[in-house]
């Protein structure tokens, strides 16, 4: 891990980003294997292998010749992740996040998502993308928080069952 960006917290003093690697592998493979943690992500299988992992971690593409996919750290270990994914229309990013479910309701998340969307180097005029599943307050409250406006609703299917989900929008300008 050559680069760390600090996360300001006041309860979690030793939070940071860094680049996502293959040691985090089985860290994220007991994250995602928490039906609790997975339960609101539509993207990995479960239960996942550390297969699947090891493959998810190695596939992570570049943004602007820069890691798109950060762990969120405390002293260090993971405890989850946010990244930053391009999607086929040009200058528009999918955001995505998670946290292991023991650090749920301390802020880290919203905290760890704006330091992400600061400190990561996108376009001028960049469309960033976020959604959720409806019943997830929590995310909700995460994204509006980091600046994003609710656009509409979508369908997510999820393990062969169909959710109603809720897409968010953010455009920077910087």
Same mark, same amino acid.
């Given at each position: 891990?050559?680069? #760390? $960006?600090? $996360? #300001?917290? #006041?309860?979690? +003093? %030793?939070? %940071?980003? #860094? +680049? =996502?690697? =293959?040691d985090d592998a089985s860290e994220m493979f007991v994250h995602l294997n928490d039906e609790e943690?997975?339960? !609101?992500? /539509?993207? +990995? @299988?479960? @239960?996942?292998? /550390?297969e699947q992992i090891r493959a998810y971690i190695s596939s992570r593409p570049l943004v602007n010749g820069q890691a798109s996919t950060f762990a969120i750290r405390d002293?260090?270990?993971?405890?989850?992740?946010? %990244?930053?994914? @391009?999607?086929?229309?040009?200058g528009t990013y999918e955001l995505g996040y998670y946290l292991a479910r023991p650090y749920w309701c301390n802020g880290i998340a919203t905290a760890a998502v704006k330091t992400f969307l600061n400190e990561i180097h996108v376009d001028k005029n960049t469309r960033i993308e976020a *959604?959720?599943?409806?019943?997830? /307050?929590? %995310?909700?409250k995460i994204l509006l928080k980091s600046g994003?406006?609710? /656009? *509409? !609703?979508?369908?997510r299917a999820k393990n062969g069952l169909i959710y109603q989900g809720v897409k968010m929008v953010r455009t920077t300008v910087s």
């Amino acid at each position: 891990m050559t680069l #760390s $960006i600090k $996360i #300001s917290h #006041s309860k979690f +003093p %030793s939070l %940071s980003l #860094s +680049p =996502l690697v =293959l040691d985090d592998a089985s860290e994220m493979f007991v994250h995602l294997n928490d039906e609790e943690t997975i339960k !609101y992500l /539509i993207g +990995p @299988p479960y @239960p996942i292998t /550390i297969e699947q992992i090891r493959a998810y971690i190695s596939s992570r593409p570049l943004v602007n010749g820069q890691a798109s996919t950060f762990a969120i750290r405390d002293q260090n270990r993971m405890i989850g992740e946010v %990244s930053l994914v @391009p999607k086929t229309a040009a200058g528009t990013y999918e955001l995505g996040y998670y946290l292991a479910r023991p650090y749920w309701c301390n802020g880290i998340a919203t905290a760890a998502v704006k330091t992400f969307l600061n400190e990561i180097h996108v376009d001028k005029n960049t469309r960033i993308e976020a *959604g959720y599943l409806a019943d997830n /307050i929590a %995310s909700e409250k995460i994204l509006l928080k980091s600046g994003f406006t609710k /656009i *509409g !609703y979508e369908q997510r299917a999820k393990n062969g069952l169909i959710y109603q989900g809720v897409k968010m929008v953010r455009t920077t300008v910087s």
